[in-house]
T-cell receptor, first 112, second 114 residues
Framework: GQQVMQIPQYQHVQEGEDFTTYCNSS?????IQWYKQRPGGHPVFLIQ?????EVKKQKRLTFQFGEAKKNSSLHITATQTTDVGTYFC????????????FGGGTRLMVKP | NAGVTQTPKFQVLKTGQSMTLQCAQD?????MSWYRQDPGMGLRLIHY???????DQGEVPNGYNVSRSTTEDFPLRLLSAAPSQTSVYFC?????????????FGQGTRLTVV
Protein backbone atom coordinates (compact mmCIF):
# COMPACT_ATOMS: atom_id res chain seq x y z
CA GLY A 1 0.00 0.00 0.00
CA GLN A 2 0.86 3.67 -0.17
CA GLN A 3 3.55 4.67 2.29
CA VAL A 4 5.04 7.97 3.37
CA MET A 5 8.26 7.75 5.34
CA GLN A 6 10.06 10.43 7.33
CA ILE A 7 13.54 10.60 8.76
CA PRO A 8 14.82 11.14 11.31
CA GLN A 9 12.24 10.08 13.87
CA TYR A 10 13.80 12.32 16.54
CA GLN A 11 16.24 15.21 16.47
CA HIS A 12 17.83 17.06 19.36
CA VAL A 13 19.47 20.35 18.47
CA GLN A 14 21.03 23.22 20.35
CA GLU A 15 19.14 26.46 19.97
CA GLY A 16 20.56 28.27 16.95
CA GLU A 17 21.46 25.11 15.05
CA ASP A 18 19.77 24.16 11.81
CA PHE A 19 17.33 21.27 11.42
CA THR A 20 16.15 19.23 8.43
CA THR A 21 13.52 16.52 8.11
CA TYR A 22 13.10 14.40 4.99
CA CYS A 23 9.98 12.82 3.56
CA ASN A 24 9.71 10.07 0.95
CA SER A 25 6.59 8.68 -0.69
CA SER A 26 6.18 5.27 -2.31
CA UNK A 27 3.95 6.91 -4.95
CA UNK A 28 4.11 10.09 -6.99
CA UNK A 29 2.14 12.82 -5.24
CA UNK A 30 -0.04 15.55 -6.73
CA UNK A 31 0.91 17.69 -3.77
CA ILE A 32 2.57 17.42 -0.39
CA GLN A 33 1.56 19.15 2.81
CA TRP A 34 3.48 19.84 6.00
CA TYR A 35 1.98 20.08 9.48
CA LYS A 36 3.35 20.98 12.89
CA GLN A 37 2.06 19.47 16.11
CA ARG A 38 3.09 21.05 19.40
CA PRO A 39 3.38 18.70 22.41
CA GLY A 40 -0.13 17.82 23.56
CA GLY A 41 -1.66 19.68 20.63
CA HIS A 42 -3.20 18.94 17.29
CA PRO A 43 -1.63 19.08 13.81
CA VAL A 44 -1.63 22.54 12.29
CA PHE A 45 -1.16 23.12 8.58
CA LEU A 46 2.06 24.85 7.54
CA ILE A 47 2.20 24.71 3.76
CA GLN A 48 1.26 22.88 0.58
CA UNK A 49 3.64 22.28 -2.33
CA UNK A 50 2.28 21.37 -5.73
CA UNK A 51 4.85 21.86 -8.47
CA UNK A 52 7.84 19.64 -9.25
CA UNK A 53 10.99 21.20 -7.78
CA GLU A 54 9.00 23.83 -5.89
CA VAL A 55 10.69 25.71 -3.06
CA LYS A 56 8.76 27.84 -0.60
CA LYS A 57 9.95 29.84 2.38
CA GLN A 58 8.21 30.94 5.55
CA LYS A 59 10.61 33.06 7.57
CA ARG A 60 13.21 30.55 8.85
CA LEU A 61 11.44 27.52 7.31
CA THR A 62 12.27 26.31 3.79
CA PHE A 63 10.16 23.63 2.10
CA GLN A 64 11.15 21.72 -1.02
CA PHE A 65 9.25 19.33 -3.28
CA GLY A 66 11.38 16.95 -5.29
CA GLU A 67 11.59 16.89 -9.07
CA ALA A 68 9.93 13.48 -9.21
CA LYS A 69 7.22 14.61 -6.74
CA LYS A 70 8.02 11.68 -4.45
CA ASN A 71 10.12 13.41 -1.84
CA SER A 72 10.17 16.59 0.16
CA SER A 73 12.13 18.30 2.89
CA LEU A 74 11.66 20.91 5.58
CA HIS A 75 14.68 22.90 6.72
CA ILE A 76 14.65 25.23 9.72
CA THR A 77 17.46 27.75 9.99
CA ALA A 78 18.69 28.81 13.43
CA THR A 79 16.17 26.88 15.50
CA GLN A 80 14.39 28.51 18.41
CA THR A 81 12.64 26.94 21.39
CA THR A 82 9.33 27.86 19.77
CA ASP A 83 10.13 25.38 16.97
CA VAL A 84 9.72 22.43 19.36
CA GLY A 85 7.15 19.91 18.17
CA THR A 86 6.59 17.13 15.69
CA TYR A 87 6.67 17.89 11.99
CA PHE A 88 4.63 15.72 9.64
CA CYS A 89 4.54 15.50 5.90
CA UNK A 90 1.39 14.19 4.22
CA UNK A 91 0.26 13.38 0.73
CA UNK A 92 -3.14 12.64 -0.82
CA UNK A 93 -4.26 9.07 -0.28
CA UNK A 94 -4.79 7.13 -3.49
CA UNK A 95 -8.51 6.69 -4.26
CA UNK A 96 -9.60 8.50 -1.09
CA UNK A 97 -10.45 12.00 -2.20
CA UNK A 98 -8.24 14.56 -0.48
CA UNK A 99 -7.70 12.41 2.59
CA UNK A 100 -4.10 12.32 3.71
CA UNK A 101 -1.47 9.67 4.24
CA PHE A 102 0.93 10.93 6.88
CA GLY A 103 4.56 10.23 7.47
CA GLY A 104 5.58 9.07 10.93
CA GLY A 105 6.76 12.54 11.86
CA THR A 106 10.02 13.99 13.11
CA ARG A 107 10.04 15.13 16.69
CA LEU A 108 12.24 18.19 17.17
CA MET A 109 13.63 19.04 20.58
CA VAL A 110 15.57 22.26 21.07
CA LYS A 111 17.94 22.82 23.96
CA PRO A 112 18.17 26.45 25.06
CA ASN B 1 -15.32 30.79 14.25
CA ALA B 2 -14.96 27.54 16.23
CA GLY B 3 -13.49 25.42 13.41
CA VAL B 4 -13.50 21.70 14.27
CA THR B 5 -14.81 20.76 17.71
CA GLN B 6 -14.29 17.34 19.27
CA THR B 7 -15.81 15.97 22.44
CA PRO B 8 -14.86 14.59 24.85
CA LYS B 9 -11.21 15.61 25.27
CA PHE B 10 -10.42 12.64 27.52
CA GLN B 11 -12.15 9.30 28.02
CA VAL B 12 -11.44 6.07 29.88
CA LEU B 13 -13.39 2.99 28.82
CA LYS B 14 -13.49 -0.57 30.03
CA THR B 15 -12.90 -3.35 27.53
CA GLY B 16 -16.14 -4.17 25.76
CA GLN B 17 -17.83 -0.83 26.33
CA SER B 18 -19.07 1.25 23.44
CA MET B 19 -18.97 4.99 22.98
CA THR B 20 -19.26 7.75 20.41
CA LEU B 21 -16.66 10.41 19.78
CA GLN B 22 -18.29 13.59 18.55
CA CYS B 23 -16.96 15.87 15.84
CA ALA B 24 -18.54 19.02 14.46
CA GLN B 25 -17.27 21.66 12.05
CA ASP B 26 -18.71 25.05 11.19
CA UNK B 27 -16.72 25.78 8.02
CA UNK B 28 -19.18 24.10 5.62
CA UNK B 29 -16.47 21.66 4.56
CA UNK B 30 -17.64 18.70 2.52
CA UNK B 31 -14.77 16.43 3.49
CA MET B 32 -14.41 15.07 7.01
CA SER B 33 -12.21 12.33 8.38
CA TRP B 34 -11.07 10.52 11.49
CA TYR B 35 -7.45 9.67 12.27
CA ARG B 36 -5.82 7.87 15.14
CA GLN B 37 -2.36 8.76 16.36
CA ASP B 38 -0.10 6.24 18.04
CA PRO B 39 3.49 6.92 19.12
CA GLY B 40 5.93 6.80 16.22
CA MET B 41 3.24 5.95 13.67
CA GLY B 42 2.00 9.31 12.55
CA LEU B 43 -1.71 9.63 11.89
CA ARG B 44 -3.64 6.80 10.30
CA LEU B 45 -6.94 7.25 8.51
CA ILE B 46 -9.85 5.36 10.08
CA HIS B 47 -12.91 6.49 8.11
CA TYR B 48 -13.74 9.43 5.93
CA UNK B 49 -16.65 11.16 4.25
CA UNK B 50 -16.79 13.24 1.09
CA UNK B 51 -20.27 14.57 1.81
CA UNK B 52 -23.46 14.02 3.76
CA UNK B 53 -24.68 10.46 3.37
CA UNK B 54 -21.35 9.19 2.01
CA UNK B 55 -18.73 7.39 4.08
CA ASP B 56 -15.83 5.11 3.28
CA GLN B 57 -13.13 3.12 5.05
CA GLY B 58 -9.60 4.27 5.53
CA GLU B 59 -6.47 2.34 6.46
CA VAL B 60 -7.60 1.08 9.89
CA PRO B 61 -11.42 0.86 9.98
CA ASN B 62 -11.95 -2.32 12.02
CA GLY B 63 -13.82 -1.79 15.26
CA TYR B 64 -15.18 1.62 14.27
CA ASN B 65 -18.35 2.87 12.60
CA VAL B 66 -19.22 6.29 11.23
CA SER B 67 -22.21 8.08 9.76
CA ARG B 68 -22.65 11.46 8.12
CA SER B 69 -26.24 12.66 8.31
CA THR B 70 -25.35 16.36 8.09
CA THR B 71 -22.49 18.38 6.62
CA GLU B 72 -21.50 19.58 10.09
CA ASP B 73 -21.30 16.36 12.10
CA PHE B 74 -19.23 13.22 11.74
CA PRO B 75 -19.36 10.98 14.84
CA LEU B 76 -17.08 7.99 15.33
CA ARG B 77 -18.48 4.98 17.16
CA LEU B 78 -16.40 2.38 18.96
CA LEU B 79 -18.53 -0.75 18.96
CA SER B 80 -16.76 -2.82 21.62
CA ALA B 81 -13.66 -1.11 22.96
CA ALA B 82 -10.38 -3.02 23.08
CA PRO B 83 -7.04 -2.03 24.66
CA SER B 84 -5.59 -1.81 21.13
CA GLN B 85 -7.89 1.17 20.56
CA THR B 86 -6.09 3.20 23.21
CA SER B 87 -4.92 6.17 21.16
CA VAL B 88 -5.41 9.83 20.41
CA TYR B 89 -8.21 10.43 17.92
CA PHE B 90 -8.35 13.44 15.65
CA CYS B 91 -11.20 14.60 13.50
CA UNK B 92 -10.39 16.76 10.48
CA UNK B 93 -12.26 18.63 7.80
CA UNK B 94 -11.20 20.05 4.48
CA UNK B 95 -12.60 21.69 1.40
CA UNK B 96 -12.52 19.61 -1.78
CA UNK B 97 -10.84 21.33 -4.66
CA UNK B 98 -7.78 21.55 -6.83
CA UNK B 99 -6.30 24.40 -4.85
CA UNK B 100 -5.28 24.49 -1.23
CA UNK B 101 -6.71 21.39 0.43
CA UNK B 102 -5.36 21.87 3.94
CA UNK B 103 -6.96 19.82 6.69
CA UNK B 104 -8.26 21.52 9.82
CA PHE B 105 -7.96 19.33 12.91
CA GLY B 106 -9.91 19.25 16.12
CA GLN B 107 -8.20 19.32 19.51
CA GLY B 108 -8.23 15.53 19.77
CA THR B 109 -9.76 12.92 22.08
CA ARG B 110 -7.37 10.99 24.29
CA LEU B 111 -8.90 7.56 24.80
CA THR B 112 -7.67 4.89 27.19
CA VAL B 113 -9.21 1.41 27.17
CA VAL B 114 -8.50 -0.65 30.28
Amino acid sequence: GQQVMQIPQYQHVQEGEDFTTYCNSSTTLSNIQWYKQRPGGHPVFLIQLVKSGEVKKQKRLTFQFGEAKKNSSLHITATQTTDVGTYFCAGPTVNAGNMLTFGGGTRLMVKP
Amino acid sequence: NAGVTQTPKFQVLKTGQSMTLQCAQDMNHEYMSWYRQDPGMGLRLIHYSVGAGITDQGEVPNGYNVSRSTTEDFPLRLLSAAPSQTSVYFCASSYPGSGNTEAFFGQGTRLTVV
